[in-house]
């Protein structure tokens, strides 16, 4: 479990897991899937994209950061890059590491 889970109130908004900060951050962090822009025959669906950049803007307006990794990024060897990221959040809104 991260730091950010840890030291956060979470819930869901819409189909996402979103949390807040101790310091009221509001932030999504989403793991994408080929689900989430293809048809099942793996071809690209521009209906299924339209869908869930329109979700990120509603997300977006009521005060949430959304942050999306590609599946492909959270395959083996993942772990720098995604700590990296955390560590950037964490500095970009002053988190304390529990």
Known sequence: MTACAR??????VGSFVASRSRNHVRIVIECDGKQHYADDDG???PRKYAE?????RALRVRGYEVYRFGGHELK???ETRIGAFLDALHARHNLAVE
């Open 52 to 56: 869930m950049v329109a979700e990120d």
């Open 7 to 12: 030291s956060s109130v979470s819930g869901t």
């Open 43 to 45: 071809r690209a669906n």
């Open 76 to 78: 083996e060897g993942s």
